[in-house]
């Protein structure tokens, strides 16, 4: 979804929970990666998945990805938006989990 309501990376990409690619880069640990191949900054976002019997995420957001938003679109709408992507990530991630490992 494109509106000028939307996240985007540095290299002027839209990102949302659906185009953003989860890379595994070991146990329990994922790569959050900008969808555009031309990227600079490629990178933006750390996942950690503390194992329990249910399986939680703890997503980091790249400063520079969260501070160029908000420069972009304002505090307000940055912080929003990011809890709404951070929220759809998460039930991104639970099916990448059970699907892949
Ligand atoms: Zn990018």
New binding site residues.
């Given amino acids: 979804m494109v509106t000028g309501k939307s996240l985007s990376?540095?290299?002027g990409?839209y990102v949302d929970a659906s185009s953003l690619v989860i890379e595994r880069i070991g146990e329990g640990e994922y790569k959050i990666v900008?969808p555009?191949p031309k990227?600079p900054?490629?990178e933006?976002g750390f996942v950690k998945v503390t194992h329990h019997s249910k399986p939680k995420f703890e997503v980091k957001i790249s400063r520079m990805f969260k501070d160029w938003n908000i420069l972009l679109l304002g505090r307000e709408s940055c912080d929003r938006l990011v809890r709404d992507l951070l929220k759809q990530l998460s039930l991104k991630l639970r099916k990448f989990y059970e699907t892949c490992c």
Wanted: with cysteine; aromatic share 0%.
């Fill in positions: 990376c540095i290299c990409t900008c555009s990227c900054l490629h933006l």
